[in-house]
């Protein structure tokens, strides 16, 4: 829509709807079935979305996931503590609660991936240096700059 925005010349509200409307005049019909058919396939997935299903997406978060992620967490506090020739240690739930996964030596830090770069929103309320990693064929790429 930024694109169209920029070709149109007119200035009020009244000339763009004119404007629009005259070029794509079944554009928003189109976008409207779209969407219906997506809320629709939404509805079909809710109905089968049961117990069951629910324990076992718990389960993998719980064992599965959580696991890896500690692992994760536990090497690249390793091998950051390493690099400043100290000591580090998991975080407690009370550091957790703030988004703190651990310590390098004293100091609070917070592991994501780097995709959270772009995403200030998730990270406004953590107060902790951050360690950033890219998971890699051949490992893990870590930045962090405390």
């Known amino acids: 829509m930024s694109d169209l925005i920029q070709e149109f010349e007119g200035k009020t509200f009244e000339e763009w709807v004119i ?17 219906f ?7 079909k997935s809710i109905e089968l979305i049961d117990k069951r ?15 890896a992620g500690l692992n994760f ?4 506090l390793k091998k950051v503590a390493e690099s400043k ?3 580090y240690k998991f975080s407690t739930k009370e550091g957790e609660s703030k988004g703190i996964d ?5 100091i609070p830090v917070s592991i994501k991936l780097s995709t959270y ?4 929103h998730l990270l406004e309320n953590i107060s902790a240096n951050m360690i950033f990693y890219d998971k890699k064929k051949d490992g893990l790429v870590i930045g962090f700059d405390f």
Not at 37 to 43: G, I, L, P, T, Y
Not at 117 to 120: A, E, H, L, P, Y
């Open 19 to 35: 404007w629009y409307q005259e070029r794509y005049s079944d554009a928003i019909e189109k976008a409207t079935d779209k969407v």
């Open 37 to 43: 058919e997506m809320v629709e396939s939404f509805k």
């Open 53 to 67: 299903l629910i324990s076992e997406w718990v389960e993998d978060l719980v064992l599965n996931k959580t696991f």
């Open 73 to 76: 967490q536990e090497a690249i």
């Open 85 to 87: 020739k100290t000591t």
């Open 102 to 106: 651990g310590y390098i030596d004293t």
């Open 117 to 120: 770069k772009t995403q200030n």
